[in-house]
């Protein structure tokens, strides 16, 4: 599996920005996905997380309520909605892909797209 995020960019606080990642390969639907983000000088971090059906989410406490995963098995293609954004989100977001929800969680997926920069401004 491939993975390529898309959709970073500039934006003001408390603006919104959508991301894609696009997936190749007949196996997507069958993989859980998540996305990260690493920002200047720290660790990746855990960012959200979708099941491979669609129907189970989880986020991380600093985005919950804010952000939106969800996915479109047809397209081969997970989104990361961003609502409100705060400073602090800046960074570079990649997804990755994995066999369960827990094995993405903890950063062991397989399958891992570059990332896409996200840049909140004041």
């Known amino acids: 599996v491939q993975l390529q995020a898309s959709g970073g960019g500039l934006v003001q606080a408390g603006g919104s920005l959508r991301l894609s990642c696009a997936a190749s390969?007949?196996?997507?639907?069958?993989?859980?996905m998540g996305w990260f983000r690493q920002a200047p000088g720290k660790e990746r971090e855990f960012v959200g997380i979708?099941?491979?059906?669609?129907?189970?989410?989880d986020y991380a406490d600093s985005v919950k309520g804010r952000f939106t995963i969800s996915r479109d098995n047809a397209k081969n293609t997970v989104y990361l909605q961003m609502n409100s954004l705060k400073l602090e989100d800046t960074a570079v977001y990649c997804c990755?892909?994995?066999?369960?929800?827990?094995?993405?969680?903890?950063?062991?997926?397989?399958?891992w797209g570059q990332g896409t920069q996200v840049t909140v401004s004041s």
């Open positions: 979708i099941d491979w059906s669609g129907l189970n989410t």
């Open positions: 390969g007949r196996t997507f639907s069958s993989y859980a």
């Open positions: 990755a892909a994995g066999g369960s929800m827990l094995v993405v969680r903890n950063k062991a997926a397989p399958y």
